[in-house]
């Protein structure tokens, strides 16, 4: 075992505001069953744990964590433990718009679904993201040596995709392959229409269509992993006008749970105003997910307490 002193991002603060510190614990509490005990040290946040050895190496993925440090006596001495992520950070950070979802808060996301990931879905790894947007969740998942699709309904965002993808590739001298084309024939709406870029052997895919469509979208392809921030009524609205997306979803409920594979998870980042958290379970619920008692409800602002869901897909 190994006692550890891990440093709180401050990017944490940026993503979780006043309740970064509840939201570390919740992400930590994933990855062992020990306590984390929170130290302040000046202006510095700092949790202390023991840790397998063999798991050390975990915590440097964690979203909250700037710095693993080992514990001797009244000492920290800093760990050379490396994430290993696959592209440049710039891929992820680099681009901003408005309303992108945070970064800090997506790869949480990740690492949530991760963790709670049954043995037998950890074969192959893939994750979906059926409202991707411009691919952070996707980009993440190639960080961490993953394939991942996305479908997103807006055909405008696809050239932005493409020049950003390019931009940080010969930025970063990043090899890479990236093509385009259409999943079925072309057509006037472009709906099938997918970019993908490739590093290695991990790739994403977005493919313009219909969120309640990925079963057809995707061909009966399923996933380890089904990670997606929703939005939160301010900015977006519905297909039908709504800023509730609570019909929405029904209509992608049966979809998103078919893409999954037995053992694998879901987790989506909400407004607690709308949908309320019971209403948005029994979604899910009643197309044979099981939702698990995870929360780390934090305030974004006057109308967004944004929080997180998390469903598996009972294994066999």
Not at 168 to 185: D, I, N, P, T
Request: glycine share 8%; with cysteine.
């Amino acid at each position: 075992m190994k006692q550890l002193a891990l440093l709180i991002s401050p990017l944490a603060r940026g993503a979780f505001f006043a309740d970064y510190l509840a939201a570390c614990e919740v992400e930590l509490g994933v990855l062992s069953s020990e306590s984390a005990v929170h130290v302040p040290i000046g202006e510095l946040d700092f949790f202390h744990l023991d840790l397998a050895t063999e798991d050390v190496a975990k915590v440097a993925r964690l979203s909250c964590v700037q710095g693993v440090f080992e514990r001797r006596g009244d000492a920290l001495v800093p760990m050379a433990v490396s994430t290993h992520f696959q592209l440049h950070a710039d891929f992820v950070f680099g681009t901003k718009y408005r309303g992108k979802t945070n970064e800090v808060f997506t790869q949480f996301m990740l690492n949530l679904g991760l963790q709670h990931l049954e043995l037998d879905a950890r074969d192959k790894i893939k994750v979906l993201d059926p409202m991707c947007g411009r691919g952070t969740t996707l980009l993440w998942a190639m960080s961490y040596g993953l394939s991942a699709k996305g479908i997103e309904q807006h055909i405008k965002v696809f050239p932005e995709i493409h020049q950003s993808l390019k931009k940080w590739c010969k930025v970063h001298r990043q090899k890479h392959e990236l093509s385009s084309g259409f999943v079925g024939a072309s057509n006037k709406q472009n709906d099938g229409k997918f970019i993908r870029f490739k590093v290695g052997e991990t790739a994403l895919q977005i493919i313009k269509g219909d969120a309640a469509d990925a079963a057809q979208i995707l061909k009966g392809e399923r996933f380890s992993l089904l990670i997606s921030d929703l939005p939160y009524g301010i900015q977006h609205h519905t297909s039908d006008r709504t800023r509730n997306p609570l019909e929405t979803l029904k209509a992608c409920a049966e979809g998103w749970s078919a893409s999954l594979k037995p053992g694998g998870v879901m987790v989506l980042g909400f407004n607690q105003y709308q949908p309320k958290r019971d209403d948005l379970a029994a979604v899910f619920r009643d197309h044979g997910l099981v939702v698990l008692p995870v929360t780390a409800p934090h305030r974004m602002s006057e109308s967004i307490v944004r929080d997180v869901l998390v469903c598996k897909k009972p294994a066999g």
